[in-house]
């Protein structure tokens, strides 16, 4: 498994667009994608995801996030998360409601 804490200096609506876009053009699901959780911060908001492998966060994050953060930036600068990037390790996964324990 991958873990990644991604912290993106942008407006918290961005993140609302592309989630609301995602959920749109996926359903509710992305290819290897475990978990996901996005929160508003003072200067923007953060995501904690958990990945099958970093395999698929890179494929998902260059055919889909990335090219939805760019339509949806328009003329304005697309926000840099790569510095923003803190992966780790999972240790443990669980989510009774999913029926997953890992």
Known sequence: MYGVRITVLA?????DGMHAEMKR???H???GCLVH???ATPDGFEV????????????????????????LAGDQ?????????EAFEV????????GILI
């Open 11 to 15: 407006p918290v609506e961005m993140y």
């Open 25 to 27: 053009q996926s359903g």
């Open 29 to 31: 699901s992305v290819d």
């Open 37 to 39: 959780v996005g929160w």
């Open 48 to 71: 904690l995801e958990v990945w099958e492998s970093k395999e698929h966060y890179d494929r998902a994050n260059a055919e889909i996030v990335f090219p939805l953060m760019q339509k």
């Open 77 to 85: 600068p697309v926000p840099p998360i790569e510095q923003a990037t």
């Open 91 to 98: 240790h443990g996964l669980v989510i009774p409601r999913g």
